[in-house]
Each structure stands twice: as structure tokens, then as C-alpha cells.
């Protein structure tokens, strides 16, 4: 006879079945419009990105949020809002779209031809660097590849290094301030940042000569708010930050206020000394140089596309370089 005291047997719990299943393309059209909504902010924010009505975004995103069993964001008076779910969607999202172009990538590479999509990101106010040679290098590339798309994104230089190393991004373009591993680097131009102050700021217009390194420390300074070179020197030199801005032109802006010193690179801050609305901060003495670099991932290979793009910059850099 069985003893009643003993434990009865564990009995494993039935596995339960995942909501999504298997990934269709229906899945993938829903998870971009869904991407879309959260990069754009909103439903209606959306509808011009998608060229599709906001009632039609709002049906996908509804359909999306039934095929995951998952409420994904919030919407109302209040405005657009991702629930923690929908963040974490977002991010999975941003994965599975990479590697669905990765794997094209893949097959365009057995098939030796260059097509599909490129998406390459920048810092910005590199336009106007008379060294920057990236309007050439596009034309190089665009002229071997002709059935590439290209996508152009400006972002911050910590998002485009995540997003290069998630694959939401084939090339970066940005100032060196340190290595990743999982990282591979060119140099391709340099760039002069210099300190600057704008009307109404104590020191427009006043003598800079007696200025030193310490005498700046009395002064409000803005700087960026993530990892840089100019996080780097702000952070060396001492300087008493008081406003951040999260790019060169809300640097700039803080610097236009008249309340700010702050480091802007010296061919985009050339127009508003031009005007009269800023000036270099004795400029032999408070700048510095910044390297800027393409990356790529290291793994897995980059794709045909992305080694040819990344040929045409090198070249395109070292023409210039060799012709000045």
C-alpha cells in the first residue's frame, strides 16, 4: 500500500505556447509600422513616414499588440507612451528587422551583387568641414552600387556606436574617444573644436590674453552629456558645467544665449561669428582636435555593400588628404 504521508509525484506544468509563433511577413509589416510609431512618437506623427492614415497605423499597431497577447504602449490626452512591454518589443524589434537585413545582405553576397538597403549614420555638423569627404565617398559608392538605397541618419555618437553594434546600423561616422572590441575603425578626417562665447556673454568683445585654463573654471560652461572628447576635456580642464545639450546645435544655442562658454567645431560656428552673434575664446590656447573614423561590426562580416562603402570613404579621405 502507498504511503499517504509521502509527497505525490511532481507533475511538470504543460509548456505554454508562444502567442507569436512563427514569423511571417504580415508579422514583419506590422512590427515596422510599429517601429515607425515609437521612432516618430506617435500614431498620427507616424502616418506621413508610412504614408498610411493614422486609423490604418492604429489597426496595426492593435493587430500587433493581439498577435503578441501584449499591451505595447499607452494612447490618449496624455499623448503616446510605451508601456515596459512595448519597450521591450521595440528593442526585439530593432534586432529581428537587422538580422532579416543581415540575412538579405547574406544572399545578395552569394548572388556577388549589391542591393537591398544601407543604412549609414553620422555625427552631426559634419557637413560643412572642408575635410570631411563624405559627399564624395556617397557618389564613389552610389556609382559601383547602383541598386543600393541608402539611408542617412545623424544621431549621437554613443547611439550610433549601439546602433552599429546592433545592427540597426551598417556605418558609423564619428569623432574617436575610444575602442570596442566588437568594433572595426578607419581613419578618415580631423576636426578643430574651439571655445566660444556668445553676445551678451562677460567675455564677447573682451581681452582673452590673461585668460587661462583656471580663470575659465569661473565661467558657466555647456557641454555634451554622454562620452566624447568634449566630455573628456570638460572633465580634465575642470570645467564647471551648468548646461548639457545632447548635440552641436544645442551647444550652440546654449553658447547664442550669452550665458554659456561651450566647444563647437570651428567651420560651423564660422557663419555666426560672420554675424556677429559669437566669438572664439582665444582660440590658440582653448581648443582641441578630433579624429573622426568610420565603424563597422566586426561580426558578423559586414556585407559586400558595407566593405564597399567603407573602401569609397577611406578613399575619398585620402584623396583629400594628399590634395591640401
Not at 67 to 94: I, K
Not at 104 to 109: F, K, S
Not at 164 to 182: E, K, L, T, Y
Not at 223 to 235: A, I, R, T, V
Request: hydrophobic share 45%.
Amino acid at each position: 500500500m502507498p504511503d499517504a504521508s509521502a509527497p505525490a509525484p511532481s507533475v511538470p506544468l504543460p509548456r505554454q505556447r508562444a502567442v507569436l509563433g512563427q514569423v511571417a511577413d504580415m508579422d514583419l509589416r506590422l512590427l515596422q509600422v510599429f517601429k515607425s510609431v515609437v521612432e516618430c512618437g506617435g500614431m498620427a506623427a507616424a502616418e506621413l513616414e508610412l504614408n498610411i492614415g493614422t486609423s490604418t497605423v492604429s489597426r496595426h499597431v492593435k493587430d500587433l499588440e493581439a498577435r503578441l497577447g501584449l499591451t505595447l504602449c499607452r494612447r490618449g490626452r496624455a499623448g503616446f507612451a510605451l508601456t515596459p512591454e512595448g519597450q521591450r518589443v521595440y528593442e526585439e524589434t530593432l534586432r529581428l528587422l537587422a538580422a532579416v537585413r543581415g540575412f538579405r545582405d547574406g544572399i545578395d553576397d552569394i548572388h556577388a551583387r549589391m542591393g537591398g538597403q544601407l543604412a549609414v549614420a553620422v555625427f552631426d555638423k559634419t557637413a560643412s568641414n572642408p575635410a570631411a569627404r563624405i559627399g564624395q565617398a556617397i557618389a564613389a559608392f552610389t556609382a559601383q552600387a547602383p541598386d543600393v538605397q541608402l539611408q542617412l541618419h545623424v544621431a549621437s555618437i554613443n547611439a550610433i556606436e549601439r546602433g552599429v553594434i546592433d545592427g540597426s546600423w551598417q556605418v558609423g561616422i564619428i569623432p574617436a574617444h575610444r575602442a570596442s572590441q566588437s568594433l572595426v575603425y578607419a581613419d578618415l578626417f580631423g576636426e578643430t573644436m574651439q571655445l566660444y562665447c556668445g553676445a551678451g556673454h562677460p567675455l564677447f568683445g573682451a581681452q582673452h590674453a590673461a585668460l587661462d585654463w583656471d580663470a575659465l573654471r569661473a565661467h558657466p560652461f555647456a557641454g555634451l552629456g554622454y562620452h566624447s572628447p568634449n566630455m573628456e576635456l570638460s572633465h580634465q580642464a575642470r570645467l564647471t558645467r551648468s548646461a548639457t545639450g545632447f548635440d552641436q546645435e544645442s551647444i550652440a544655442t546654449l553658447v547664442l544665449s550669452g550665458r554659456y562658454l561651450g566647444f563647437l567645431p570651428d567651420h560651423y560656428a564660422e557663419s555666426f561669428e560672420r554675424q556677429g552673434r559669437m566669438q572664439a575664446v582665444r582660440p590658440e590656447l582653448f581648443f582641441y582636435r578630433c579624429q573622426f573614423v568610420s565603424l563597422v561590426r566586426r561580426s558578423p562580416t559586414p556585407s559586400r555593400a558595407v566593405q564597399v562603402f567603407v573602401q569609397c570613404l577611406e578613399r575619398a579621405h585620402a584623396a583629400g588628404a594628399a590634395g591640401r
